[in-house]
C-alpha cells in the first residue's frame, strides 16, 4: 500500500530555535497533504492544509508565521516550526492525499514526529 | 460545524470480552464520510474503516464490526474477542463530500485490554 514517511521521528531542540519536519509520500503522488498536531491524550487538530504550488490554508488559531508550510513537490511538505517554545511541544502528523483513477481518493498518514522543546 | 463525540473517555476489559466503542456525529452536510482509526502507542495512525452516508449497511471485518446508524447519528465499533494487542487509542472521525477532504476528530477512546 501507499506509504507516507515523516522524518525526523523524534526531534529535541532548545527554545527559540526553528525545526523542519519533512513530510513524503513514497510512491505517490500527493497534490494535497495535511498537518495534524496532537497533544498527549488529546485528539488530532488540523493545523493546515498544503496543496502543491501554492499557498497553505491554516486552520483558525494557528499562526502561519510561527508554521511554516512548503509543498514545493507532489511528494514533499515540510512543516517549520519557528522560534519554539516548550508550548510547542507535541506530536505532529501529517497525511498525504492522492487521487486514483477510478477510485474514490484516498489519504495516508505519517508515522509523526515527536517534538519536545527544551 | 461539524463534530463528533466519543463519550468514552477509557475503556478496560480483559482479554476475550467484547466491547463497543461509541461515535456520535453532527453534520449539516447530506453526503459525508465517517471513519474509524486506531492509534497504537507508536503514535502511527491505522486506518480501519470508512464509511459513506448512503451506505447503512453494517460491515464485518474479523472481529471488527460497525453499526451505522443514521437516525441516531452514530457510528459504533465493536471488538468481538478483544485481544491484548488492540489496547490502543481509537479515534472516530467525519468527512464532508469526496471522503478524504478535512477529517473532523473525536477526541478519541483509551481501549486497555487486559489479559
Known amino acids: 500500500g501507499a506509504v507516507v514517511s515523516q522524518h525526523p521521528s523524534w526531534v529535541i531542540c532548545k527554545s527559540g530555535t526553528s525545526v523542519k519536519i519533512e513530510c513524503r509520500s513514497l510512491d505517490f503522488q500527493a497534490t494535497t497533504m495535511f498537518w495534524y498536531r496532537q497533544f498527549p491524550k488529546q485528539s488530532l487538530m488540523l493545523m493546515a492544509t498544503?496543496?502543491?504550488?501554492?499557498?497553505?490554508?491554516?486552520e483558525q488559531g494557528v499562526e502561519k508565521d510561527k508554521f511554516l508550510i512548503n509543498h514545493a513537490s507532489l511528494t514533499l511538505s515540510t512543516l517549520t516550526v519557528t522560534s519554539a517554545h516548550p508550548e510547542d511541544s507535541s506530536f505532529y502528523i501529517c497525511?498525504?492525499?492522492?487521487?486514483?483513477?477510478?477510485?474514490?481518493?484516498?489519504?495516508?498518514f505519517g508515522p509523526g514526529t515527536r517534538l519536545l522543546v527544551l | 460545524a461539524q463534530k463528533v463525540t466519543q463519550a468514552q473517555t477509557e475503556i478496560s476489559v480483559v482479554e476475550k470480552e467484547d466491547v463497543t466503542l461509541d461515535c456520535v456525529y453532527e453534520?449539516?452536510?447530506?453526503?459525508?464520510?465517517l471513519f474509524w482509526y486506531k492509534q497504537p502507542p507508536s503514535g502511527e495512525l491505522v486506518f480501519l474503516i470508512r464509511r459513506n452516508s448512503f451506505d447503512e449497511q453494517n460491515e464485518i471485518s474479523g472481529r471488527y464490526s460497525w453499526n451505522f446508524q443514521k437516525s441516531t447519528s452514530s457510528f459504533n465499533f465493536t471488538i468481538t474477542a478483544s485481544q491484548v494487542v488492540d489496547s490502543a487509542v481509537y479515534f472516530c472521525a467525519l468527512s464532508k463530500n469526496s471522503g478524504y477532504s478535512t477529517l473532523t476528530f473525536g477526541k478519541g477512546t483509551m481501549l486497555l485490554v487486559s489479559p
Open positions: 498544503s496543496n502543491e504550488g501554492s499557498k497553505a490554508t491554516y
Open positions: 497525511s498525504a492525499r492522492t487521487a486514483r483513477q477510478g477510485a474514490l481518493e484516498t489519504q495516508y
Open positions: 453534520t449539516r452536510d447530506t453526503t459525508y464520510y
